[in-house]
């Protein structure tokens, strides 16, 4: 589901943006906000997708004067929250966890996904993209949620269009197959 302004408005409004005022970044990254924090909160989860998305849009403003516009914003901008969740597994992944055995049950509350309140197709589909491998989850995310083209989320994930179309294809199978075992008599 692609939002309402289309790949060449939100491109023109990254262009305004980089030699305009406050307020034409502003308009630009209202325009755009929403996909980007609920692609990152199908990468990483709804529970730090805020705070995911803040840390977005303040590289994209330190990157702004030089968007050329070779490729849409929307694709820039996505390929920025990206490379944002990967670098805070990264971080998370070197960080060590120290927690007494009394808490256990706190740290493991705290770390479940949170789902979008309201939404049970949400909070079932993103049960379903938890066990997803995120390789696998990007490419379906933009393609299948998001609305992009193949080619854009190829553009977004810096791979090959094939990658992409075998990964969601990969993904689709995962997803089905999970769904039929679910739905199998005990």
């Known amino acids: 589901m692609k939002s309402a302004i289309d790949d060449q408005q939100l491109t023109q409004l990254a262009l305004s943006a980089c030699r305009g005022t406050p307020a034409d970044v502003e308009r630009f990254f209202g325009a755009v906000y929403a996909d980007v924090?609920?692609?990152?909160?199908?990468?990483d989860g709804a529970h730090r997708a805020e705070d995911l998305t803040q840390e977005t849009f303040v590289r994209a403003l330190r990157g702004l004067p030089a968007f050329a516009g070779r490729s849409s914003a929307r694709t820039w901008l996505l390929s920025i929250a990206r490379r944002v969740v990967i670098d805070r597994y990264?971080?998370?992944?070197?960080?060590?966890?120290?927690?007494?055995?009394a808490e256990w049950q706190h740290v493991v509350e705290r770390s479940q996904a949170g789902a979008v309140?309201?939404?049970e197709e949400g909070v079932?589909?993103?049960?379903?993209?938890?066990?997803?491998?995120?390789?696998r989850r990007?490419?379906?995310?933009?393609?299948q949620i998001l609305g992009l083209s193949y080619a854009e989320a190829a553009d977004a994930l810096q791979c090959p269009i094939?990658?992409?179309?075998?990964?969601?294809?990969?993904?689709?199978?995962?997803?089905?197959?999970?769904?039929r075992a679910a739905e199998r008599p005990a």
Do not use: N, Y
Request: net charge positive; hydrophobic share 45%.
């Open 124 to 135: 079932a589909l993103t049960a379903l993209l938890d066990e997803v491998p995120w390789e």
């Open 117 to 119: 309140p309201g939404w």
């Open 37 to 43: 924090q609920r692609f990152i909160s199908h990468l």
């Open 138 to 143: 990007a490419p379906f995310v933009l393609t």
């Open 162 to 179: 094939g990658t992409v179309r075998s990964r969601v294809a990969r993904t689709r199978a995962q997803l089905a197959g999970t769904i």
């Open 90 to 101: 990264r971080s998370a992944a070197r960080r060590p966890v120290v927690t007494g055995l």
